[in-house]
């Protein structure tokens, strides 16, 4: 099992500064199957990126992924007030999905 | 665009069985080239892969529920449907369905990033 280790647990910034989340995993990923999740309150998760660094549809371009290997980032280039709210990486390069316990981007 | 929802009872017995839903709208099951799933939300693990299928039947599971956890898909309905047996406490949680097309398989186990996911739904375990 790929275990992945999100860091830091939670993320304190005031709206308009650059937010950047880390999330490492126990073992390579293969091909950087990493997904990254946005999840607000009573709601599911919401896919930003896969493939690390590719963005999903209609999700807008101040989020971005980076990484390889065992190490891959979640950056927000300018936080926005919906954007504070909890964050989850995936893998889905082994035979059994895991996330990471999640960041929560809170308000300074 | 495809969209789920899931249904199903909010309370569960300790030892009995858990039993969701997920209607799919928007398109057939059967000419997606989605895999279609559960995860799980609990205060004890947070995000967990439960099992996954395709319009087939080809069923797949997480090994630490595979014991209690059976997917299932009707094309005729088009939906698919969870049952988790035996259920604890720490059963206890958000409930999603969700899909995913595939960017890694193992034979017919087939993995990828997860969208469309399905709003959720809580389920307790509780007498």
């Known amino acids: ?6 860091s830091p647990g939670t993320l304190s ?3 308009g500064e650059r937010a950047t989340l880390s999330c490492r995993a126990s073992q390579n990923v293969i091909s950087n199957y990493v997904a990254w999740y946005q999840q607000k309150p009573g709601q599911a998760p919401r896919l930003l990126i896969y493939g690390a660094s590719s963005r999903a549809t209609g999700i807008p371009d101040r989020f ?9 980032t979640l ?6 007030p ?8 995936q893998q889905y390069g082994s035979s059994l999905w895991t996330f990471g316990q999640g960041t929560k981007v809170e308000i300074k | 665009q495809m969209q789920l ?3 199903g009872p909010g309370l569960v017995k300790p030892s009995e069985t858990l039993s969701l839903t997920c209607t799919v709208s928007g398109g057939p099951i059967s000419g997606s080239s989605h895999y279609w799933g559960w995860v799980r ?11 996954s299928i395709f319009y087939t039947g080809s069923d797949y599971y997480n090994p630490s529920l595979r014991s209690r956890a059976t997917v299932s898909v009707d094309t005729s309905k088009n939906h698919f449907s ?16 969700m899909g995913s097309l595939a960017s890694y398989c193992v034979g017919v186990s087939c993995f990828g990033w997860i969208d469309p996911w399905g709003q959720g739904t809580l389920v307790t375990v509780s007498s």
């Open chain 1, 1 to 6: 099992e790929i275990v992945l280790t999100q």
């Open chain 1, 13 to 15: 910034l005031s709206p």
């Open chain 1, 64 to 72: 971005s992924g980076s990484g390889s290997g065992t190490d891959f």
């Open chain 1, 75 to 80: 950056t927000i280039s300018r936080l926005e």
């Open chain 1, 82 to 89: 919906e954007d504070f709210v909890v964050y989850y990486c």
């Open chain 2, 5 to 7: 929802q899931e249904s």
């Open chain 2, 41 to 51: 939300q609990t205060p004890g693990k947070g995000l967990e892969w439960i099992g």
């Open chain 2, 82 to 97: 969870l049952k988790l047996r035996s259920v604890a406490a720490t059963d206890t949680g958000i409930y999603f369905c």
